[in-house]
């Protein structure tokens, strides 16, 4: 059997800021095939998969809200 990969902790934030994660994101959303120099990088391909699930709209660092609003999101045809 063969032995698993390391791991370490990480949060959410510190993959979504990695520059691999944008790359991967960039690439998906040029339509650029994967790239094979990323291939021992985790980033890069979570942030290709995060690019094919997410919005076009959604942009990997954009700063949100508590409630996933973004910071410049427009509200004024809301009811209140």
């Not at 691999?20 to 990088?41: I, T």
């Amino acid at each position: 059997m063969t032995d698993q990969a390391d791991t370490r902790r990480t949060t959410t934030r510190a993959i979504m800021r990695d520059p691999a994660f944008a790359a991967g994101v960039s690439d998906v959303r040029n339509g650029v095939p994967f790239d094979y120099n990323h291939l021992n990088s985790w980033e890069y391909e979570r942030g290709r998969l995060w690019a094919y699930l997410a919005p076009t709209t959604n942009k990997p660092n954009e700063k949100r809200d508590d409630y996933g609003d973004s910071e410049d999101a427009d509200v004024s045809d809301i009811d209140r």
